[in-house]
């Protein structure tokens, strides 16, 4: 019963209810209403987090533990402003901007709307979750799927959230913002037309989805739930990024990272797998990427490309919209454009 | 993930970004300062998102089931969360039960095979010390760009005065003296990296120790500008509690 009152909403192919992790299943199945159910989670967890800084906080002395904490920590409450004021800016534009708006901007010719919507998600902040959907959105109101693809990629990756981030994570290097916002910007750009050269209608699967309906309160109330969703989702992810940066700053010895480090292209090509794997929210992977210290600001330059644009939330975000054939194409297509240009742009601001 | 789980963890986080910015210090252990008003926002607008979902449930669900949230006509409802949003839990999990402090010699010890690069001097550059008959308060990364410009041949006075460093206290494996630490912030602990200078002619207080040293620049014996090291002659040395902000 508990499983049918969580799952609202009609579509059943509903994005939101993509779970990619495993997490334990903490609430015990009973037949409690969610809102009961719920209420006494928190009341256990407030009570847990009193009683352990009580008896356990005073303790604990393990200096690994409390660093590997500390970092973890420390990464989460710098992120969270950035992320919270990201997914406000981006729920509210999803909410309040209707999509007519994007059609009446975008040049006609498919060739030349790659450019102006890349340069638009330069303007507009969109969490990258978010993006997904408002590209599946532009292109079931008639906009060219290769300039959607291109929105999707750089909305995320260079609106002026994720840029002001990016500047206060590397205070000491200005050059780091001018890169990302280049390389993402010539990724997102290139990724676009090469879909409209090489790209095949089949591929892709252009999805229908009412977006929010009309009316002050919907539209107050779909901001709401929007903000709540984009911060729940991407919110977990940074979690999932800050142990593993908080992992990799405590245990991996540092000559190890160091001999890493040292190999250029190596260095790069590690980075960005990471995040690949890490699936930060590109409001907050500045500042894992500025607590990467042993790495080039090349191979930094990287992470910081390529993680907007393919994390593994992203792949299953994307095969979930757009289908599987089209992931399988636009995914590797992406991370190949990414590593290039940020080694070539990386290599020009040194 | 429920809706009201959903809005209950909101608040919940919230309340610990609260509890660390407003109800004690303890945000100086991660962040910078400046980074206050920041964070104060944000858990107001988190603690309030949680709320405003609350009372909305609260209003629509008496007598009927959580679904009857529908009633208000937009038809699609996105009330069921991803299940990775219970890892947000850990972070504040983390804040009560472990209470991290703030960073110290474990991170200190793990950066040693390279000596942080020399910070950058202010824009105008360093004003010429003066000798005032008074040791002038120096932060370690002052004393150490100072120590760096001496050594590359650019005088500012460090050699003509008496300093007071403040650092926590760390062993050398090998060589003389000991460490006088303190780590930079240069955003979040995540960041940081250690500075240290060495410190000769004091008994060295156990490792981790708080302390205020009172000495002067002792140059290299030998000229090595790139190896990072920084000695100071100690004179004198006083013990002191761990400062608020434990970060330069």
Redesign the interface.
């Known amino acids: 019963m508990?499983a049918m009152?969580?799952?609202?909403?009609?579509?059943t192919a509903?994005p939101?209810?993509?779970?990619?992790?495993?997490?334990?299943e903490?609430?015990p199945g009973t037949t409690m209403?969610?809102?009961t159910?719920?209420?006494w989670?928190?009341v256990a967890?407030?009570a847990?987090?009193?009683a352990?800084?009580i008896w356990?906080?005073p303790r604990?002395e393990a200096?690994?533990?409390?660093?590997w904490?500390?970092?973890?920590?420390?990464?989460?409450?710098?992120a969270?402003?950035f992320?919270?004021?990201g997914v406000?800016l981006s729920a509210a534009i999803t909410a309040f901007v209707p999509p007519a708006v994007w059609r009446r901007v975008l040049p006609r010719r498919s060739g030349a709307a790659v450019p102006v919507a890349g340069v638009m998600g330069a303007v507009l902040p969109g969490c990258e979750c978010a993006s997904v959907p408002v590209a599946g959105g532009l292109m079931a109101r008639g906009v060219a799927p290769a300039a959607a693809l291109t929105f999707l990629l750089a909305a995320p990756a260079i609106n002026p959230v994720v840029l002001v981030a990016t500047a206060?994570?590397?205070?000491?290097s200005p050059q780091m913002v001018l890169g990302r916002f280049a390389a993402s910007l010539i990724v997102a750009v290139l990724a676009g037309w090469a879909w409209l050269l090489l790209g095949r209608g089949e591929w892709l699967r252009v999805p229908s989805r009412?977006l929010?309906?009309a009316?002050a309160?919907?539209r107050w109330?779909?901001f709401?739930?929007?903000?709540?969703?984009d911060?729940?989702?991407a919110?977990?992810?940074l979690?999932?990024g800050?142990?593993a940066?908080?992992t990799i700053?405590v245990v991996v010895p540092?000559?190890w990272v160091?001999g890493l480090a040292g190999v250029p292209v190596v260095s790069v090509l590690t980075l960005a797998l990471l995040a690949v794997l890490m699936s930060i929210c590109s409001e907050a992977d500045a500042?894992?990427a500025?607590?990467l210290?042993q790495f080039s600001p090349t191979a930094k330059l990287a992470f910081l490309v390529v993680g907007p644009m393919v994390d593994l939330k992203l792949i299953a975000l994307q095969a979930g919209f757009f289908g599987r054939r089209f992931a399988l194409r636009f995914v590797p297509l992406t991370f190949t454009l990414a590593v290039t240009v940020s080694l070539v742009v990386g290599g020009v601001l040194q | 993930m429920s809706r009201p789980a959903q809005n209950l963890l909101l608040i919940t986080l919230g309340a610990a970004v609260l509890w660390i910015t407003l109800a004690t210090d303890e945000y100086l252990n991660y962040v910078k300062p400046g980074f206050r008003p920041l964070l104060v926002a944000a858990a107001v607008a988190m603690a309030a998102l949680g709320a405003a979902g609350l009372r909305r449930d609260w209003h629509d669900s008496p007598g009927a089931s959580p679904d009857g949230a529908h009633g208000h006509g937009h038809g699609h409802d996105h009330g069921h969360g991803p299940r990775v949003a219970w890892l947000l839990c850990l972070p504040a999990l983390a804040i009560f039960v472990i209470a991290p402090p703030a960073l110290g010699s474990f991170t200190a010890a793990r950066g040693t095979d390279r000596p942080a690069a020399p910070p950058s001097p202010p824009a105008e550059g360093y004003r010429r010390l003066v000798p005032t008959g008074e040791p002038i308060d120096m932060t370690l990364g002052e004393f150490i760009g100072r120590s760096f410009e001496t050594q590359t041949g650019m005088p500012n006075g460090l050699t003509d005065v008496q300093v007071r460093l403040t650092g926590f206290v760390r062993s050398r494996k090998e060589g003389d003296g000991w460490y006088l630490t303190r780590l930079k912030m240069t955003c979040c602990a995540g960041d940081a990296v250690p500075f240290q200078v060495i410190v000769h002619g004091l008994d060295k207080p156990a490792d981790g120790t708080w302390v205020q040293v009172v000495g002067v620049y002792r140059p290299p014996k030998t000229r090595r500008p790139a190896t990072g090291m920084h000695d100071l002659y100690g004179q004198s040395l006083r013990r002191i509690k761990k400062p608020k902000n434990a970060y330069e």
Request: aromatic share 8%.
């Open positions: 508990a009152t969580d799952r609202s909403g009609l579509n509903d939101y209810d993509e779970e990619l992790l495993p997490p334990p903490w609430a209403s969610p809102g159910r719920a209420l989670a928190f967890l407030a847990a987090m009193a352990g800084r356990v906080a604990i200096a690994a533990l409390e660093t904490t500390t970092v973890f920590v420390a990464i989460c409450v710098q969270l402003p992320l919270v004021f406000m206060v994570a590397f205070p000491d009412p929010a309906a009316g309160a919907a109330e779909s709401r739930q929007a903000m709540r969703h911060l729940m989702h919110g977990g992810f979690v999932v800050g142990m940066a908080a700053n540092a000559s160091d500042f894992v500025a607590s210290t």
